[in-house]
């Protein structure tokens, strides 16, 4: 089992920054794709970005790059994700998520696990 634990979530105006961060302990054997999902209030969840193992290889979902950077800690178990020129629409839920494929990392039915979520808002 791998357990992933989010902080850093809040609120903020738009046009701010945010940084999440997320912990993973367990049976990570040092050798888990990490990343970040979030869901709006009635949506789906949705990919936000990936980094892989070595954080050499990163995929971000249109509708954030250029404004999010995911990043890996020299541990290897922990992830951040920097969000830049937040917008009123990445207001969401943000899951921390793990898999041991980076090539399944966008799709939330190949996620192996999932982290209770933190809340970011972005007002106006």
């Known amino acids: 089992q791998v357990q992933l634990v989010e902080s850093g979530g809040g609120l903020v105006q738009a046009g701010g920054s945010l940084r999440l961060s997320c912990a993973a302990s367990g049976r990570t054997f040092g050798s888990i794709t990490m990343g970040w999902f979030r869901q709006a209030p009635g949506k789906e969840r949705d990919f936000v970005s990936g980094i892989s193992v070595s954080g050499v290889n990163t995929v971000y979902a249109d509708s954030v790059k250029g404004r999010f950077t995911i990043s890996r800690g020299s541990d290897k178990n922990t992830v951040y994700l920097q969000m830049n020129s937040l917008k009123p629409e990445d207001t969401a839920v943000y899951y921390c998520?793990?898999?041991?494929?980076?090539?399944?990392?966008?799709?939330?039915?190949?996620?192996?696990?999932w982290g209770q979520g933190t809340q970011v808002t972005v007002s106006s």
């Open positions: 998520v793990a898999v041991f494929s980076f090539g399944s990392i966008r799709q939330a039915t190949n996620i192996d696990y």
